[in-house]
């Protein structure tokens, strides 16, 4: 659509943000796939109407604080994207918007209290940790925790998992395929450091050398999508620093973080990074399409019956990377294993990196309609490409009290192979 | 002024469904026909059918304009606010209310998406013919006022002939039950008037639709055409050979270049036209005209065919068909869609004149219709940003339906006069039969509050663009009093 | 009063609607009880011929008064019909007396009736002025829906003067099969399985002796062959010779089963069809032809006498009936009058130059 914003006063994100804007012809099939439509339904709820609220803001004929709620209750999940006859770039536009944001934004002291507390502690894998026991015992005291940061207190899981140490270098079993550097995540070690030992091992057993670098850190997506560009670019920076370039691939097992990585050039598009991190990105590949592409040199041995498999596509691994096929192709690598479907599978669980906190209302429903339609399938177990997607969904099958238990898509397949 | 109507609808709606705030009316200044925005004085998002009657009762006694709005798709500028009124918007009103298999009809809610009822019916092995591009988000409130099309219609018509029964409040206030579950009516037929009556009548509250039962077997075949004529012969000869198609559409290489970018179809290589054609009916009876089908495109001449092998192939092919609208969104993001009617002997002709007006305005033009009943889509694309251009392409639009009209076709096929083709109706209709049709607008809003300023030319333009005058009223062909 | 007016052309016609305060228009007076009031009666007779045929657009445009009998053959010649299979054709039905009448036969059931076919009309409303509503393409979304008011709108609203309308191409060949029913509810049963079956049949009838269901199939014969032999596998009965089929379909399509008395049209629904049977067996010497898949049922009265019975119980069903011909009030059953359709006819007939609908 047409609009009169000045990329050039905006600055480096401001042409990205323009051409999305601009490819816009408003057709409405975006409502169709949007969560928060389904949930809201109003039309400053979707992406088209996020788009011109946006163009108004970046435009000058609109104060940021009107555009606010709306922005904030976007899931960032760009279900939008694949529904988009026109292309709209939604990505580039949602979260540059959000850092521009940033200084206009109104929070309350306890939105604040939490954003920080999420900004502190989750990227940063030994804080994280204090903080999930310290969660784990304040859990107890829920009714006197401020309201702001009971929605904190509900995700955080019981009982955290004893951390795991892995490898600097994993060698590859047998003939050497290929040689990969993984990037192990953040929230994923604390809350489920298994994921990263499954990876390796699956992996490994494949003929693949792994590497895990030392100086790498969190992916910068939590504050990317916050609207932090400065944190955001100095996580970008580490990573860029930390991944040498000897590697087949730098493999990710968290939706969130491989479409972060896919985001460097962005993050840091008018920086002296940007190329650099151009060329990065296009070497970020998640785990389950560098495996299907190498292909499975052990078929995994399955559970000797016929197992039913729901699979749930992480909005951050489906719509931001395009990969549906890959994790499916490899669940049914495994022998007796049938794939259930979920219905509405286009629509996000609700995790959105900290959206479970920052609106809890709206990713309760989504998480409870997820719950349900995934125990309708009558599966035996829930598989997903995101720690966020597992954690959400164990909190919300559980508060149906279902007994279904949610692996990671490396964890089944680890399994399988034993 | 303002400030007592909206207390007034105030108390007619919990406060969070009446939308005032100048970011809320931001998001509804527009539907599908994007080079027009304005702005409402407040959006009702009513959740029942009583707050809609609420509403309409309570806009009549304040003489409040009105503009229902469904999904906001609308390539007419059918639910484009009036500036000074209200939009009514319909979406939450999105129950199917009753499914009746062994009597295969549907009653549903405004706000029911045009998909969502086919899938409710899938199970049945019914579905809902009308099928608009826009189907995964267009409401049946919407198809009903405009009486949608799509692919399907020379088979089986449009959305008026699949409505059986309507509950609706007119703008009078007056609160109307017409037709019912059955196929037949005896009377004149009310469901009839009241469909494509593009908001100017009423708001409908419940709506009877017919289900058809799917077809037992689909023989969907894709066939590129070296050249636009061709595919128009194409057509002629399967019309002339007696056989009734399900669908025949055909793209042109401008809109086959946007789908192949938008859902990554492969089309024929090295074809300026791809045709599309469909038969469906029970097995025995498409094995047996899939043949002749075959026979006729092969004396077509066709670059190459490629009948669908499967349902996923066949659902490949229509949705790159779908897409092809907003896709062309991909080669110029300015663009206006055409609708015009041609009659269909005179396709190859009609789009032989569009391509030379294109060129004669230095405009690229690309093409999507529904060959089978010679309803044109041309879409003109532009650069918004050039001064003048959209003027000039307006003025190329205006050109290519005085054509229409001159072939004796018709300014739309399907989206409705809107505000778009306001001043095109006198050309198409004399000054006594736009009275008549005054007339029995007054009949069911002698207020003129339900969608004014739409359909009839002259008197308010309710639109405001951007950057000031729109360029028609430049021209002095709108105006506002 | 009741003198007839004539007119050869459509500006006589025209002339003579201003010049006559009160007047009624006559088609072929096949369903005379339609036009059975106090006013002048206009004959369209003389509006005759098809004044543009382009089988390859699927369309026609013919003058009002053209007998369908015309139209059918005209249509027969280039291989294309009316799928709607009009009704009363050899007593003489005219295009626009069909359309007024808003009476679709058998065929209705499989693409739609008189409404779905309509695509344009030239009528003169009630104050003189000859109006072109809708269009002359298949395919038409300008201005308001007239022309598919006009279907059954008995004269009440304007006089027809020219109709354009959609065609088919003829179907390859047609199957009749007759199917033994024990009765209604077997054959609303029955009817309602054939409607939502892979069969895609063009007509679902029940005969007046109530105990035979009549399905006609469309396609290549050899598909035919094959979907008849599906259904006797299923329902007793047999595929009718040509001859047969036609004779049935003829004299459904004429009324030659009816009575002397009133004969009703009921639009009804394959749910309500056996409450309805019920009712009509009390009603002595009544015979009923429920038609397009127990959509339609037409209703013979031995004479006016039971009439009154039949409204009451037709209102206790919550349904409507229009007496075609026949001594008995024009309207049975449930009627719910609105406002708005005094409003419309203020706006197509403000000096009440046509009889209203009561009348």
Known sequence: MQHSIQPQKIGPLGEPMAHAVQACVHCGFCLAACPTYAELGQEMDTPRGRIILMKQVLEGNLPWENAQPHIDRCLGCLACEPACPSGVPYRDLISPFRTLAQPHFKRSPGEKLRRLLASQTIPYPSRFRIAALAGGVVKKLRPLIPSALRPMVDLVPSSVPRAQKLPRIAAAIGEHRGRVALLTGCAQQVLDPDINVATIEVLTRNGVEVIVPEAQGCCGGLAWHTGDLEAARRFARKNLDAFSSDVDAIVTNAAGCGSAMHEYHLMLRGTEDEKRADVFRKRVLDVSVFLQRLGLREIPRGAGRPQRIAYHDACHLANAQGVRREPRQLLRAIPGVEICELTDAHLCCGSAGTYNIDQPEIAASLGEKKARVVVATGAEVLASGNIGCLTQLRAHLAKLDSPLPVRHTMQVLRDAYR | ?481 | MSAQLAPNSISELVEAVRSTPRLIPIGGNTKPRLSKVDAARLSIAGLRGITEYEPSEFTFTALAGTPIKEIAEALKQRGQYLPFDPMCVEAGATLGGTVASGLSGPGRFRFGGLRDFILGIRFVDGSGRLLRMGGKVVKNAAGFDLPKFFVGSLGRFGVLAEITFKVFPQRVTSHTLKLTVEGADAAASISMQAAGSRWEPDAIDCLPDGATLCLRLAGPPQALDALSREILSRSKGEVLSEDEAETIWIDLREFRWAAEGPLIKVAITPAIWPAFARVIRTLSGARVHVSAGGNIAFLSLPDHTAFSKFDEELRKLGLCGLTLRGDAPLWSGTRTQTIITSGVKQALDPQNRFPSLED
């Open chain 2, 1 to 481: 002024m303002s400030d007592g109507v909206i207390s007034r609808l105030a108390s007619l709606l919990p406060r969070e469904r009446l939308l005032t705030h100048v970011e809320q009316l931001a998001a509804y200044e527009s539907d599908g026909l994007t080079a027009f925005h304005s702005r409402p004085l407040a959006v009702a998002i009513p959740e029942s059918a009583d707050e809609v009657i609420s509403l309409v009762r309570c806009c009549r006694q304040e003489r409040l304009p009105f503009v229902a709005r469904g999904s906001g798709t609308s390539l007419s500028g059918g639910s484009l606010p009036v500036a000074g009124g209200i939009v009514i918007a319909l979406n939450r009103l999105n129950r199917i209310l009753k499914l009746d298999p062994a009597l295969r009809i549907a009653v549903v809610e405004p706000g029911v998406v045009n998909t969502q009822v086919s899938m409710a019916a899938a199970p049945h092995g019914l579905h809902f013919s009308p099928d608009p591009s826009s189907q995964t988000i267009c409401t049946i409130g919407g198809n009903v006022a405009f009486n949608s099309g799509g692919a399907h219609c020379l088979k089986y018509g449009m959305t008026s002939n699949h409505v059986l029964g309507l509950k609706a409040v007119l703008a009078s206030g007056e609160v109307v039950e017409w037709g019912g579950t059955s196929r037949e009516t005896v009377g004149p037929d009310w469901c009839g008037l009241f469909g494509g009556n593009e908001g100017l009548f009423g708001i409908a509250l419940e709506i009877t639709l017919q289900l058809l039962q799917r077809a037992e077997c689909f023989h969907t075949v894709l066939a590129g055409y070296r050249t636009l004529e061709q595919a128009g012969e194409a057509v002629s000869m399967i019309v002339a050979s007696g056989l009734l198609p399900g669908a025949i559409e055909i793209m042109d290489a401008l809109a086959l270049e946007a789908a192949t970018a938008a859902v990554h179809a492969e089309y024929p290589r090295g074809c300026e036209a791809v045709l599309i054609v469909e038969l469906e009916g029970p097995r025995e009876t498409v094995e047996i005209e899939r043949a002749r089908l075959d026979d006729i495109l092969l004396a077509s001449k066709p670059v190459q065919t490629r009948p669908a092998q499967d349902a996923e192939e066949r659902q490949a092919i229509w949705k790159g068909r779908k897409c092809a609208f907003s896709a062309v969104g991909r080669l110029s993001p300015d663009f206006i869609v055409q609708d015009g009617v041609v009659p269909r002997r005179r396709l190859g002709e009609a789009l032989r004149r569009i391509g030379q007006m294109s060129k004669e305005a230095g405009l690229r033009c690309a093409n999507v219709f529904h060959a089978g009943d010679g309803n044109l889509h041309p879409l003109i694309l532009f650069k918004g940003s050039e001064p003048g251009a959209l003027e000039k392409a307006e003025a190329l639009a205006g050109r290519i339906l005085r054509m229409c009209i001159e072939m004796g076709g018709s300014i739309t096929g399907e989206h409705g006069i809107g505000v778009e083709k306001r001043q095109y109706l006198p050309e198409m209709f004399t000054a006594d039969e736009i009275d008549c049709m005054k007339r029995l607008r007054a009949a069911f809003d002698p207020l003129e509050i339900a969608n004014p300023g739409k359909m009839f030319p002259g008197g308010e333009a309710p639109v405001l663009q951007q950057r000031g005058l729109h360029p028609l009223e430049q021209a002095g062909v709108l105006s506002r009093e």
